[in-house]
């Protein structure tokens, strides 16, 4: 399998990738084709070969990515938006084509994805813009709409990642607005019937992530869109564990905004997006300023360009742009459903297995129930790092602690999990050779004495 | 034996057991002794531990902790209660210099057993770089806490 860097080519295959069966999982024949796309994923580790079960915390990389960053640099290295020769327009060109496609993957205009380093950054992007509208007087009135002061309420969720959790925190810290947040059961899943009672007429924002990185549920993101609806409040999506993962339409979702970050689909490290309503993102105030944002400059003041350029202050990366639009037109020809349908598949596996294993507690959703493709998990008696030290000599990589969600983890008991992770490389094999291991570690480590 | 097997070797996971020292709670300092405590976390995995050193006629009287987290940290708090108390405070710190120098080696540096006795068998860790924090914790909160009692 290869991907096309050029959009317009990406843009024939998402035709012709609608004719395709969408409902079919890949099978393991197509894995194995994509797994030679991937050669890191062919080596050994301790002796025995790489089993990578961490995508959840960052992806590998096909070498079509890999390539486009390599070529980006021999041929067209040049800073955009800036300059009139050549490789400057060129290097352009290029950058605002790879925003129409990464838009186009997530259901957006391209004038509403604004580049930032990762999700953790546009999330910050956001609390800091709706910061600056809350203080003194703005130069654009509209910029209003998203002040917040004392007596607003931000509402979150109990599961969220810290990266979805501290920038509201400290926002509300700052503003004066009061934070909160709705629980999880028991089983770590959203209490539905207590977010009609936390997003109420104070509300201004409801911030949520789409999939959980700990439990692998998926959230009902239509309910807490239409409560937030109901208020008006603005509605704020971590696509981060859906983006990579399942076909995503922000517009049919229907949220104000959405953050991803492309290393945990298929990119490099270095490179996320904010997407935002192109009304929303035009009223609000800038959060970095400098270089490449600007209208007129005098020595008092500055005038701002719309969005996107006027959140993509100072130089910009590009390669890894490109990166990002190489690998979503991988994703895309691989076939967003069938991806989403294989990790189902595998999320499932995951989940049987471990419930079956004795002294093992699987974390979120029951096998049967809908999750994504990973699973944490507590072994009895034996700490998550442990569980982790002993899979990694069977060349097994997992993440292991609080995976970001110290909440989370502490509503439910546990300081550390265990958690595996998988993609649209993962063979059943892995996974099978994964329980295998998990099924050794509680003699191994005494605690079934 | 494998590096696994070094690193879990069975005096280890007996004291990740019998946790040596835990019994900070309801142990109020004796009378008369210099106390510290210090609290450490490790924030990537969650692991704590909070560690009172009492010192008495020269020498540490008295090591009580509480904490929870792996094997690795468990037992080395419990490896260090067996090891430090009634050694002076100068010989407890020529210890701990050596178990960082140990520990930081990348499994180049035998440990001393003379010196660190049965501790000496959490120098596989040391090949770990992930888990050299885990079998310092307990180690930096000592020193921590000497300190404040001196
Ligand atoms: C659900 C979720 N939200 C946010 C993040 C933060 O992503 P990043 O660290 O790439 O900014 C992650 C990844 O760690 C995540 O899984």
Same mark, same amino acid.
């Given at each position: 399998m290869s991907a096309n860097s050029s959009p317009e080519t990406a843009a024939s295959q998402t035709k012709a990738s609608t004719h395709a069966d969408h409902h079919q999982p890949l099978d393991d024949a197509q894995v194995a084709r994509i797994r030679n796309?991937?050669?890191?994923? &062919?080596q050994t580790v301790n002796g025995k070969p790489l089993v990578y079960l961490d995508s959840g915390a960052t992806s590998q990389n096909p070498l079509t990515v890999m390539e486009a960053e390599q070529e980006f640099y021999e041929q067209r290295n040049s800073a955009v938006h800036r300059g009139a020769h050549y490789l400057a327009a060129e290097a352009t060109e290029i950058y605002e084509e790879a925003r129409a496609n990464v838009a186009s993957f997530i259901g957006a205009d391209s004038n509403e994805l604004v580049w930032t380093s990762n999700a953790t950054e546009a999330l910050n992007l956001l609390a800091y813009s709706f910061s600056n509208a809350s203080? #003194?007087?703005?130069?654009?009135?509209? @910029?209003?709409?998203f002040a917040l002061s004392e007596g607003d309420e931000v509402v979150v969720t109990e599961l969220e990642h810290h990266a979805n959790l501290i920038p509201w925190q400290e926002l509300c810290r700052r503003t004066g607005a009061t934070l909160s947040f709705i629980p999880v059961d028991d089983s770590g899943a959203l209490d539905l019937a207590q977010a009609a009672e936390k997003i109420g007429p104070k509300t201004k924002i409801v911030a949520f992530t789409? @999939?959980?990185?700990? &439990? #692998?549920a998926i959230t009902d993101v239509p309910a807490l869109v239409a409560l937030a609806k109901k208020v008006n409040a603005l509605t704020v999506l971590d696509a981060c564990q859906s983006a990579p993962h399942m076909p995503l339409d922000v517009k049919a979702l229907g949220v104000d905004f959405a953050v991803f970050s492309g290393h945990k689909m298929l990119a490099p490290t270095g490179i996320g997006a904010l997407y935002g309503r192109a009304e929303l993102l035009n009223a609000m105030p800038p959060f970095l300023t400098g270089g490449s944002m600007i209208t007129t400059v005098t020595m008092e003041s500055a005038g701002y360009l719309p969005a996107p350029q006027r959140f993509e202050a100072g130089t910009q990366r590009i390669s890894q742009v490109i990166a990002l639009s190489t690998a979503v037109n991988y994703l895309r020809e691989t076939g967003m459903d069938r991806i989403a349908a294989w990790e189902h598949q595998l999320g499932q596996r995951l989940a049987e297995g471990l419930a079956k294993i004795r002294g093992v507690r699987l974390v979120? +959703? @029951? +096998? #049967?129930?809908l999750r994504t493709g990973l699973a944490a998990f507590d072994v009895e008696g034996v700490h998550a790092h442990d569980v982790g030290q002993y899979l990694d000599d069977r060349g097994i990589a997992v993440r292991v602690g609080h995976h970001c969600a110290q909440p989370l983890h502490r509503r439910l008991g546990l300081t550390a999990t265990t958690r595996a992770s998988t993609y649209l490389y993962t063979t059943t094999d892995e996974v099978d050779a994964f329980l295998a291991a998990v099924a050794e570690v509680r003699a191994y480590f005494g605690a079934d004495a | 034996m494998s590096d696994l097997d070094q690193l879990y070797q069975d005096i280890i996971l007996f004291h990740a057991k019998a946790k040596h020292g835990s019994t900070l709670e309801g142990n109020p300092p004796e009378a008369g002794a210099a106390v510290g405590q210090s609290h450490q976390l490790n924030p990537t995995c969650g692991d704590e531990i909070t560690l009172r050193v009492e010192t008495k006629d020269g020498v540490i009287s008295a090591l009580r902790w509480a904490g929870a987290g792996c094997s690795i940290s468990m037992a080395s708090a419990s490896l260090l209660t067996d090891l430090a108390v009634g050694e002076s405070p100068a010989e407890f710190t020529k210890m701990a210099d050596h178990f960082r120098e140990v520990m930081r080696s990348r499994g180049k540096i035998a440990a001393d057993e003379e010196l660190l006795g049965d501790a000496a068998a959490l120098s596989g860790a040391s090949r770990y770089v992930a888990r050299v924090k885990c079998a310092m914790l307990a180690w930096v909160a000592a020193e921590d806490a000497l300190a404040i009692a001196r």
């Open positions: 796309d991937f050669p890191i994923l &062919t203080v #003194g007087q703005q130069q654009n009135p509209e @910029a209003k709409r789409h @999939a959980s990185n700990v &439990t #692998g979120g +959703p @029951a +096998p #049967g129930e | -």
